[in-house]
């Protein structure tokens, strides 16, 4: 059985059962221990611990970044996104394709013909309550702020569409801003990319860590 099957079938029992969060929260917990463990080490300078990933990896880059200021630099790579944004906007669909068992299973269970923002937001609220609402980027990416944030997306990225990280962005400028750390946050936007990490993200991530944790 192949990991990717096992994380489709651990999505589709977060729907049935409600009793574990696989999609993001669970994992993000993991962080919080592994932040746990290397703060503990005497070969690691626990004020500079960096975390970054690529797609789903962004996302736990950003919420492990949100949930514990031990990550002291974060630098998420085509991750953030805009849940609420999508569903309002009718731009969910390339997120929802991308882990459809459990949209399909939903779908069922409510009764419907076919997927829509609905099944979307139940689904949501069901296996990661607060991802579209209270815990969402417009109100979690400010709350990184003072430390160092990068965001890292495609122009043309269906899964985190641009439009849906503007508002985020704007917020988390002003809160930077606020905590007079205006130059610890950037978004980079590489043309002409898709859901697709890039050499050029890859560099821009390695150098940001470089550029704050060897300080």
Known sequence: ????????????????????MPFLFDTVWDLIKLADYLTQRKDIDPKRIGITGE?????????????????????????????RWAIDN?????????????????????GKCAIDKEVVKKVWDRIAPGLASIFD?????????????LLLNGADDPRCPLDG??????????AY???????NVKLIVQPGIGHEMTSLMVKEASDWMDRFLKQ
């Open 1 to 20: 059985m192949t990991s990717i099957l096992i994380a489709i079938m651990a999505l589709v029992s977060s729907w049935i059962k409600g009793d574990t």
């Open 55 to 83: 797609s789903l990896g962004g996302m736990h880059a950003w919420f492990a970044a949100f949930v514990d200021t031990r990550y002291a630099v974060a630098a998420p790579i085509i991750g953030v996104q805009g849940f």
């Open 90 to 110: 009718d731009k969910w669909q390339a997120r929802v394709d991308s882990i459809k068992a459990v949209f399909e299973e939903a779908r069922i269970d409510l």
């Open 137 to 149: 980027s417009p109100y979690s990416i400010p709350a990184i702020a003072p430390r160092p944030l």
């Open 165 to 174: 990280i503007k508002t985020p962005t704007k917020r988390a400028r002003k």
């Open 177 to 183: 801003a606020k905590a007079h750390s205006s130059n």
